[in-house]
């Protein structure tokens, strides 16, 4: 056989053979690859309309938000199927609005300078004239994410039943009974650790727990010398300072820093930009300290919704991402808590959130495939209820199946 004829033969046979690949590919049961739009180098952007939700809805909702009829915001997007649908900013000079208290010692302001001062502008709520926000107490989510992923990579060998006081020097450690010693990592994450901590009161009462340590030096010596006053695992306790402890602990395990070990296998990976403040002695503010802006945010929401994978490759394993939307306790406002996520109950089901003082939310609403953010500095009185958001938001949403939703894994 010729070399031509050869050729002609297996040309045809590709011709003849293609058209029946390509209709097995087709078939109803066949499985096309799914494409998952990762905004790694950013959100793609679409229409609200092109993805369900209505947009003249949102734009009342925005014009609500401009006025300031919830409270002080910074800024409000929303994300679904992957794409960035509504964005808007609201400019507040919190230089003029707080110029008072910026100057006069308080429980949110009790050095005068530097970055627990709430007041200064140059610190707060963005992060030196960047568009860094500070996200407060969204700094715990992203501190279960990143614990996740060590354990996930099994650089954090430690189980979760393993006692607090196992990474202390028991002899260096105040109020030490047997509740105390029966205080396990699971109980750091789920807020029920039984120490004797007052946060129920606001932040600039001089009463807060959590501003007393802000006031310290050695913020992890102030919150593991507290006694004890539950049985550790009983009784939800929101406390800063059982976050605060896993900084702390990530170094002592891991030997690694928490902030620079997020850098590498989780802010990197997903194409953030952050800073992380750090507390007097140099240890990272897990309890508070994160700055990002609202499309990074977005990003950590984006990550669970796909079960921990980001470009196809594993970052958090299936397992963290569940334990941690798991309802362990039940919390204030009807919430029940996660390992440090928020969990809203929703017609028999939960909207998974972090949130943070002054405004900062992140909710992401895994049937609709749905993720808002809002960013604000309402620090001298109470931020909108998470219910007042959510009703506003979600009826201008439509059931839509996305074309990217078979790509969670």
Same mark, same amino acid.
């Given at each position: 056989?010729?070399?031509?004829?050869?050729?002609?033969?297996?040309?045809?046979?590709?011709?003849?053979?293609?058209?029946?690949?390509?209709?097995?590919?087709?078939?109803?049961?066949?499985?096309?690859?799914?494409?998952?739009?990762?905004?790694?180098?950013?959100?793609?952007?679409?229409?609200?309309?092109?993805?369900?939700?209505?947009?003249?809805?949102?734009?009342?909702?925005?014009?609500?938000?401009?006025?300031?009829?919830?409270?002080?915001?910074?800024?409000?997007?929303?994300?679904?199927?992957?794409?960035?649908?509504?964005?808007?900013?609201?400019?507040?000079?919190?230089?003029?609005?707080?110029?008072?208290?910026?100057?006069?010692?308080?429980?949110?302001?009790?050095?005068?300078?530097?970055?627990?001062?709430?007041?200064?502008?140059?610190?707060?709520?963005?992060?030196?004239?960047?568009?860094?926000?500070?996200?407060?107490?969204?700094?715990?989510?992203?501190?279960?994410?990143?614990?996740?992923?060590?354990?996930?990579?099994?650089?954090?060998?430690?189980?979760?039943?393993?006692?607090?006081?196992?990474?202390?020097?028991?002899?260096?450690? +105040? #109020?030490?009974?047997?509740?105390? /010693? %029966?205080?396990?990592?699971?109980?750091?994450?789920?807020?029920?650790? =039984?120490?004797? *901590?007052?946060?129920?009161?606001?932040?600039?009462?001089?009463?807060?727990?959590?501003?007393?340590?802000?006031?310290?030096?050695?913020?992890?010596?102030?919150?593991?010398?507290?006694?004890?006053?539950?049985?550790?695992?009983?009784?939800?306790?929101?406390?800063?300072?059982?976050?605060?402890?896993?900084?702390?602990?990530?170094?002592?395990?891991?030997?690694?820093?928490?902030?620079?070990?997020?850098?590498?296998?989780?802010?990197?990976?997903?194409?953030?930009?952050?800073?992380?403040?750090?507390?007097?002695?140099?240890?990272?503010?897990?309890?508070?300290?994160?700055?990002?802006?609202?499309?990074?945010?977005?990003?950590?929401?984006?990550?669970?919704?796909?079960?921990?994978?980001?470009?196809?490759?594993?970052?958090?394993? +299936? #397992?963290?991402?569940?334990?941690? /939307? %798991?309802?362990?306790?039940?919390?204030?406002?009807?919430?029940?808590? =996660?390992?440090? *996520?928020?969990?809203?109950?929703?017609?028999?089901?939960?909207?998974?959130?972090?949130?943070?003082?002054?405004?900062?939310?992140?909710?992401?609403?895994?049937?609709?495939?749905?993720?808002?953010?809002?960013?604000?500095?309402?620090?001298?009185?109470?931020?909108?209820?998470?219910?007042?958001?959510?009703?506003?938001?979600?009826?201008?949403?439509?059931?839509?199946?996305?074309?990217?939703?078979?790509?969670?894994?």
């Amino acid at each position: 056989m010729t070399s031509k004829r050869a050729t002609c033969l297996i040309v045809g046979a590709f011709v003849i053979l293609l058209p029946i690949a390509v209709l097995i590919a087709a078939e109803p049961g066949a499985k096309m690859p799914p494409h998952v739009p990762w905004p790694t180098t950013g959100w793609r952007k679409a229409t609200p309309a092109s993805v369900g939700v209505d947009k003249q809805s949102l734009e009342s909702f925005d014009a609500e938000l401009a006025v300031g009829k919830y409270m002080l915001v910074d800024s409000f997007q929303v994300f679904r199927c992957g794409a960035e649908i509504f964005a808007r900013t609201y400019a507040h000079d919190y230089g003029h609005i707080y110029a008072k208290e910026a100057k006069t010692k308080g429980p949110l302001n009790a050095r005068l300078s530097g970055p627990y001062n709430y007041f200064d502008p140059n610190w707060h709520p963005f992060y030196h004239g960047t568009d860094m926000h500070t996200m407060q107490s969204v700094s715990k989510t992203v501190t279960s994410v990143i614990l996740g992923v060590a354990i996930t990579r099994g650089d954090f060998k430690a189980s979760l039943n393993t006692p607090v006081l196992n990474f202390f020097d028991v002899a260096r450690v +105040k #109020n030490v009974d047997a509740r105390k /010693r %029966r205080m396990t990592l699971k109980h750091v994450l789920t807020m029920t650790t =039984g120490l004797n *901590w007052n946060e129920e009161v606001p932040y600039d009462d001089p009463r807060s727990d959590s501003s007393l340590m802000e006031a310290t030096d050695d913020w992890v010596q102030y919150v593991i010398d507290k006694p004890m006053a539950q049985e550790p695992g009983k009784v939800f306790n929101y406390s800063s300072g059982a976050t605060e402890l896993l900084a702390y602990i990530f170094q002592k395990e891991t030997g690694q820093d928490i902030d620079a070990y997020g850098e590498k296998y989780l802010f990197a990976p997903l194409g953030m930009k952050h800073h992380w403040k750090r507390t007097y002695l140099g240890v990272v503010d897990t309890e508070g300290g994160l700055f990002l802006n609202g499309d990074d945010l977005a990003k950590i929401g984006y990550l669970y919704l796909h079960n921990g994978s980001w470009e196809d490759k594993r970052i958090v394993s +299936k #397992n963290w991402v569940t334990e941690s /939307r %798991r309802p362990y306790i039940g919390a204030e406002d009807k919430f029940q808590y =996660g390992f440090q *996520w928020w969990l809203y109950p929703l017609n028999g089901r939960f909207v998974w959130m972090a949130r943070g003082f002054g405004g900062q939310e992140l909710m992401v609403f895994p049937e609709e495939n749905l993720i808002a953010v809002f960013t604000g500095w309402e620090i001298l009185k109470d931020s909108s209820p998470t219910k007042a958001l959510i009703d506003r938001l979600l009826p201008a949403v439509k059931p839509i199946q996305c074309a990217e939703t078979e790509g969670k894994s």
